[in-house]
Every structure is written in C-alpha cells, then in structure tokens.
C-alpha cells in the first residue's frame, strides 16, 4: 500500500472509490450514487487542494486500485489556525491500519501548514472511528443531533477535535 497526493489524473477513480464507500455504509454524507461531480469538476476540486498549499487530499494505493482516502482542509482568514478532516476505507480493508496510516499523514501534514486544531464530524455509533479518532487524541466537545437524515431517520454525530498546540 502506498500513500499519495491526489492529482487531477485521479479524478475518474476516485469517483469510482466514493461510490463504492458510499454505498458501502451510511457513515458517509453521500451513498451509492458517490459525489455529484463530473470527471471535470472532480479534477478542479482536487486541484483546489493542490493550489491551496496547505490543505491535503491523501489517496491509499493498493497497486491501481483506491482504498482509502483522508483530506485535510484548512481553513481561512479568523480561523486559519483551524482545519477538518474526513477519512474513508475500503470496508474490504477495515482494520489493517489504512485508516490509522491516513491520519499520521494527515496530522503530519497538518502540523507542516501550521495548523493548531483539527476538528470532524462522526456519527455517533461509528465506534471504529471514533476509537480510531481517540488513539490520536481527539475528544468529543459535544452531540450535534439529527446531523443526518437517512429516509426518515435521524442520526446524531459527535463533535471531535484535536489540539496540536502542545505538539
């Protein structure tokens, strides 16, 4: 497995990647049907990564084939001190540390651009990433009910943050 920075030639698999995760659970805040982008304007938001200089798009390679991705996106202007990150696996490749290997990347990164708190968003009964976030050191700071609505159901995520500041 191999841990690169997405580029715009990734654009057309990395669409693939997020509907196959997106249909995989209800952790994502899409499905089956991925990212509403074409090939084009996935290649613009990955280059938006590129062009920002701090904020990552990390990609998990399995020879040709995705199966992780993590993204840092730092903020801007009151809050540059401040970013968020996201992570999705491969459920075939849940537990071997893709997950764990993304963070270090991202936090690493994070620490490079200056960024002194990392903050996501978890639904509440992920209880692999939350362990997952809390080996980093992330606490929850609160419960942002109905954060989802799958159907007609309701579904309450945590509020996590890590401070690099003492890093």
Request: charged letters at 25%.
């Amino acid at each position: 497995m191999e841990i690169r920075q997405a580029v715009p030639e990734n654009a057309e698999k990395l669409i693939e990647y997020l509907k196959l995760v997106g249909g995989e659970t209800d952790n994502l805040t899409f499905g089956s049907e991925g990212m509403p982008l074409s090939v084009e304007a996935e290649k613009r938001f990955i280059q938006s990564y590129l062009d920002d200089g701090r904020s990552a798009m990390l990609l998990a390679w399995d020879g040709d084939d995705i199966v992780g991705c993590g993204s840092l996106m730092c903020m801007n202007r009151r809050m540059s001190h401040r970013a968020g990150i996201a992570i999705s696996v491969k459920k075939s490749e849940w537990g071997k540390g893709i997950g764990s290997i993304l963070m270090d990347n991202m936090i690493a990164q994070a620490l490079k651009a200056g960024i002194e708190i990392i903050s996501l968003e978890v639904r509440v009964d992920n209880k692999r990433a939350i362990h997952l976030y809390e080996k980093y050191g992330f606490r929850n700071i609160g419960t942002f009910p109905a954060f989802f609505k799958i159907g007609d159901e309701y579904v309450d995520f945590e509020l996590m943050t890590l401070d690099l500041r003492g890093m």
